[in-house]
């Protein structure tokens, strides 16, 4: 259901609730008056015939009163009787209810009521009429004539049919219900037209803008024709469209460039890998030839040393070259199940010697088996290669600690590497994984770009937190076998 289809469902909810609230309020209200006005007409009514009998009765025209009972009769007038307070009939417009006892329920109510009020009562055959029972008291006037010392002569009885109010009642109902209905479908029409024109016509213009802009690309502008908020939002998305298109276009021309820099790299690993191959073995018989040769120099001769140094560098010149064949040709994985804590006590004891060379303290702490499916020799080629690179970090001493727990997620193993040493700058956070990146005269810069690549080869991660003065940590994030 659409937005305007609620809006207007809501509004017309809260509209009928409110207008058959004060629709009842008024009904209610017009109910009341309507009654009132019958319990005036009945007072005035009364008030007619009790005077009526005491100027007939001053007249000495007493008899006659029967007959003006009678004439007073209307459409909506029952009956009209006046009885003693014992009950006995002695005037009455009914046929045949004078010298009788009056039995009707009206008598009991009174005595009940013990009140003159206008009551309602049951005529029988569910018809409900008006009833008003007044004292005809015995005053001076009546005493001249009729002695006694009763404060109370008779009793007045009028009835009126309901039927006349009901119906005044009933069209006053009708009346009402019609206005609130009209009112009601006036309400509701004029919201629906309202909310087309001014919500509904100009959002579905939006939404075909946007529709086209999706199919013809970022470039097509939305009209602003409007005033309003409308006119807001379609000025507001140009500006986020124009963004967008302008930041597509710059992340497509750094894809490019990226895409260039790939094919560059990619050309030069070839490169350096034929060249790094056509060096290997050269170097492999020149370090051999020198070394035939030192063993003709006596070890006092100082060509012995110079030897030895030039041995030394064809060394790290060979490291460097296996690196850059290992960095430009990795070799395939061959996973199986190892206990990760067997890789982490291998790499231990390989940097063992050189730590004690610098007084660094090697730690570790496990939370028990943890199983991995691995390259080992290739994952214990990454973990030396952190350590080697924290260990250069604390020629003076410190600490090295490797913590094998529970990763991140589920079914996931963590490797943390931490050391004591100064820090990395967070300028070079970003690079330190970045081939040929070092900020050291030795080593060729391929250590953490080599270890990046085995741990993405096996569907892990690698990251690394530090800050200058307290030390790095490097953590190794790999799928368990659990």
């Given at each position: 259901m659409g937005l305007n289809k609620k809006f207007i469902l809501c509004f017309s909810a809260v509209a009928l609730l409110t207008i058959a609230f004060f629709s009842w309020q008024n009904f209610r209200i017009s109910q009341e008056q309507?009654?009132?006005?019958?319990?005036?007409?009945?007072?005035?009514?009364?008030?007619?015939?009790?005077?009526?009998?005491?100027?007939?009765?001053?007249?000495?025209?007493?008899?006659?009163?029967q007959k003006f009972?009678?004439?007073?009769?209307?459409?909506?007038?029952?009956?009209?009787?006046?009885?003693?307070?014992?009950?006995?009939?002695?005037?009455?417009?009914?046929p045949g209810e004078i010298g009788q006892r009056f039995q009707h329920k009206d008598m009991s109510v009174y005595r009940a009521r013990n009140d003159l009020s206008i009551f309602w009562t049951d005529a029988g055959k569910g018809k409900k009429i008006f009833s008003k029972i007044v004292l005809i008291r015995n005053d001076r006037t009546c005493q001249r004539c009729h002695g006694g010392v009763a404060h109370i002569r008779g009793m007045l009885d009028v009835e009126f049919a309901s039927k006349a109010t009901d119906d005044d009642i009933t069209a006053a109902a009708s009346g009402i219900a019609r206005t609130a209905l009209l009112t009601l479908f006036l309400l509701i029409g004029s919201i629906w037209l309202l909310s087309s024109y001014l919500v509904k016509k100009p959002i579905d213009e939006l939404i075909g803008s946007l529709e086209r802009v999706a199919g013809g690309g970022l470039r097509e502008q939305l009209p602003t024709n409007r005033s309003e908020e409308m006119g807001l939002l379609?000025?507001?998305?140009?500006?986020?469209?124009?963004?967008?298109?302008?930041?597509?276009?710059?992340?497509?021309?750094?894809?490019?460039?990226?895409?260039?820099?790939?094919?560059?790299?990619?050309?030069?690993?070839?490169?350096a890998a034929s060249v790094a191959h056509d060096i290997k073995n050269p170097l492999a018989g020149i370090s051999g030839a020198l070394q035939v040769l030192a063993e003709d120099f006596p070890e006092d001769s100082p060509r012995k040393d110079i030897t030895r140094e030039i041995l030394d560098e064809i060394d790290r010149l060979d490291r460097a070259v296996k690196d850059l064949l290992l960095f430009a040709r990795p070799p395939d994985m061959h996973l199986i199940p190892v206990d990760i804590n067997a890789i982490i006590e291998k790499v231990m004891a390989r940097v063992a010697p050189r730590a004690d060379e610098q007084k660094v303290r090697i730690?570790?702490?496990?939370?028990?088996?943890?199983?991995?499916?691995?390259?080992?020799?290739?994952?214990?080629?990454?973990?030396?290669?952190?350590a080697l690179h924290s260990l250069q970090s604390m020629p003076y001493?410190?600490?090295?600690?490797?913590?094998?727990?529970?990763?991140?997620?589920?079914?996931?193993?963590?490797?943390?590497?931490?050391?004591?040493?100064?820090?990395i700058p967070q300028d070079n956070l970003k690079d330190i994984f970045k081939p040929f990146f070092s900020t050291k005269h030795s080593g060729s810069g391929l250590g953490l770009a080599i270890t990046r690549n085995i741990i993405e080869g096996h569907r892990g991660r690698i990251a690394v937190e530090s800050s200058p003065g307290s030390g790095t940590r490097y953590r190794i994030i790999l799928p368990s076998t659990r």
């Open positions: 309507i009654r009132d006005n019958r319990r005036g007409k009945i007072e005035l009514l009364n008030e007619i015939i009790n005077n009526g009998l005491k100027s007939l009765m001053l007249e000495g025209r007493g008899r006659e009163f009972l009678e004439n007073l009769i209307a459409e909506d007038i029952i009956a009209i009787r006046i009885f003693t307070e014992d009950g006995m009939i002695l005037n009455s417009t009914v379609a000025s507001s998305l140009n500006a986020i469209m124009a963004d967008i298109d302008r930041k597509g276009a710059e992340i497509d021309k750094c894809r490019a460039d990226r895409d260039v820099y790939i094919d560059k790299m990619a050309s030069l690993g070839e490169l730690e570790m702490r496990s939370t028990g088996d943890l199983s991995i499916m691995v390259d080992p020799e290739q994952l214990e080629r990454a973990v030396g290669n952190i001493g410190g600490r090295l600690g490797f913590d094998v727990h529970d990763g991140p997620e589920q079914h996931e193993v963590e490797i943390s590497v931490s050391d004591t040493g100064p820090g």
